[in-house]
């Protein structure tokens, strides 16, 4: 069974083509695979499959290294593109891929970057059920009340202000993260961002640290920057003056490095980032073994 290793900005996946898996990846099997002494080691799997739409090079699917499945994934995304040029499977700069959360459009702007239509966002969702139309709401924790922003961007986003950037990077998220991420007002759990203003701009730029559902925190998220992005254009009073040419542009700055989030009047936003391959290799037969006795 062949895989390939990829990283961008240190969030790392393992791809496989469906044709090369000899089994359903059950969320057992992917654990395994995702698991940092035993496996092979990931943030999650992704699994390309030929599209029967000849309007779409290839479907994606994603894993979380819990096992569940995840809509969308901005770092993944870029990967699974990137592998699907360098494999071959197009030979063309712009095109489309299937994923759960519905079709997105990257152009391959270098051998190894890419700019990523992640589609519209939307602050209202069935993600957050009870929540107002504006998608603001708040949580009573343990440790006090958190005002957040909801965002969807392919998957549900809850994307919280922090005032300084000593703060922000003072923050335990493995204590914060879990009671958010699971909270009852997101029935599909919820991603987690905290972000803090470096320059408000124009361009923008913001520090922000993600707590992954079914993750945990991560060096890096695509959605997550995004989720971030969009709830500080809608909060910023320089909104109109970021909005000047009709799409704010927004550097994200995060554990692993930077992405930027281009996002317009309509919420649309483009994601765009580098990712490298890591590392190729074969399964053994006696881990593919291991994998097959799991249910």
């Known amino acids: ?25 059950t969320p057992a099997r992917v654990r395994l695979l ?18 029967a739409d000849a309007d779409y090079v290839a479907e994606l699917r994603i894993f979380n290294p819990d ?31 299937l994923t759960a959360a519905g079709p997105i459009s990257p ?4 051998e190894f970057s890419a700019r990523v239509d992640m589609g519209a966002a939307r602050v209202a969702s069935s993600d957050f059920p009870t929540g107002p139309a504006d998608g603001v709401g708040g949580l009573a924790l343990a440790h006090g009340e958190v005002r957040f922003q909801h ?9 919280i202000h922090v005032d300084r950037v000593a703060e922000l990077d003072a923050l335990d998220l493995a204590r914060l993260g879990p009671p958010i991420e699971s909270h009852a007002s997101f ?14 701009g124009p361009p923008a730029r913001l520090r922000a640290r993600i707590f992954e559902r079914g993750v945990g925190e991560t060096a890096s998220s695509g959605t997550g920057a995004a989720g ?24 994200v700055v995060l554990d692993g490095g930077e992405l930027l989030v281009e996002v317009d009047e309509g919420l649309r936003v483009h994601l765009s980032g580098w990712a490298l391959p890591v590392f190729a290799g074969d399964l053994s037969e006696t881990f593919v073994r291991a994998l097959e006795e799991l249910a």
Request: aromatic content about 8%.
């Open 1 to 25: 069974m062949r895989f390939e290793k990829w990283q961008a900005l240190g969030n790392d996946y393992v791809i496989v083509e469906r044709d090369e898996l000899p089994f359903e990846l």
């Open 67 to 97: 096992g569940s499945e995840a809509e969308l994934s901005g770092n993944g995304a870029r990967e699974a593109v990137l592998y699907l040029r360098r494999r071959g499977w197009t030979a063309r700069d712009e095109f489309s891929i």
């Open 187 to 200: 029935p599909n759990r919820t991603n987690v961002s905290w972000y803090a203003v470096l320059d408000a």
């Open 151 to 159: 965002i969807s961007i392919g998957n549900p986003q809850c994307a």
């Open 34 to 51: 995702c698991e940092r002494h035993a496996g092979i080691g990931a943030d999650g799997v992704l699994v390309l499959s030929r599209s």
């Open 228 to 251: 971030a992005a969009v709830a500080y254009l809608l909060r910023s009073p320089q909104r109109s003056e970021l909005l000047a040419g009709g799409e704010a542009s927004v550097t």
């Open 107 to 110: 152009v391959i702007t270098g």
